[in-house]
């Protein structure tokens, strides 16, 4: 138990050491280059030529998944009741790492400010790196990470994980408010930002770890949280 354990950090920080330098070497070449890249602007136009109402709709569902408005306020819920419910290392780990990935997030958007797709007309922020994404991937890596070693078989987890976060990037992409470099940006930040998470959780694992209650806690405040926020507009 003790091995696996200790491999298993060693993953995480191989993990946690890769997205860094990705997202880091990602936003040298932003910076330096501009987001008009041959492959952004590719990319964009071939969305312009498939999108329909039907997709945008869609992916304006989907970005619930990274809305700062929704996933924030959520998390933040849910870290104080799994806290007073006998869940605190959880709890103090699931609201540190959604906190960590949206404030570097936004220290890079505004630090490097790279404007979105011109589509998008008047904004409120920049580009680099993709919020929505970079949270969306931030706490489902982080949830990845420490329900996979309670269960005996992770690969749908893994699948469905995956798929959500690559949903949510094409979404961004699709909506036009994000380069491909931005939704990338954003997956390695979030990455590396729920590994960072799940390292520090696994020094001390919590062996009563309930995940029954955290699963339909986080379904419930989440769910609750995205009707609120679409029922009552300015409510957040």
């Known amino acids: 138990m003790i091995r696996n354990n200790q491999n298993r950090l060693s993953?995480?920080?191989l993990g946690i050491i890769v997205c860094l330098f990705l997202f880091l070497f990602l936003t040298a070449i932003v910076a330096w280059h501009g987001p008009y890249l041959f492959l952004n602007t590719y990319v964009h136009r071939t969305i312009e030529t498939i999108q329909t109402s039907y997709l945008t709709l869609a992916a304006t569902f989907l970005s619930i998944l990274g809305n700062k408005y929704i996933v924030v306020p959520a998390l933040i819920l849910t870290s104080l009741f799994l806290f007073f419910q006998a869940q605190?290392?959880?709890a103090v780990h699931f609201f540190l790492v959604i906190v960590l990935a949206a404030t570097i997030a936004f220290?890079?958007?505004n630090f490097f400010p790279i404007p979105r797709p011109e589509e998008h007309g008047v904004i409120e922020s920049f580009a680099f790196p993709s919020r929505h994404?970079?949270?969306?991937s931030a706490y489902l890596i982080f949830i990845l990470a420490i329900v996979s070693p309670k269960i005996k078989s992770s690969r749908w987890l893994t699948m469905t994980i995956f798929c959500l976060i690559l949903a949510e990037s094409i979404a961004r992409l699709i909506l036009k408010v994000h380069w491909l470099t931005d939704v990338m940006g954003g997956?390695?930040?979030g990455s590396a930002c729920g590994l960072i998470g799940a390292y520090s959780y696994h020094l001390k694992p919590d062996p009563a770890l309930d995940l029954p209650v955290f699963f339909k806690t986080l379904g419930i405040i989440f769910g609750i949280t995205s009707m609120v926020y679409y029922l009552i507009p300015g409510f957040f």
């Open 88 to 90: 605190r290392r959880l």
């Open 187 to 189: 997956f390695f930040l």
């Open 11 to 13: 993953y995480y920080l």
């Open 107 to 109: 220290l890079f958007k």
């Open 133 to 136: 994404v970079a949270l969306c």
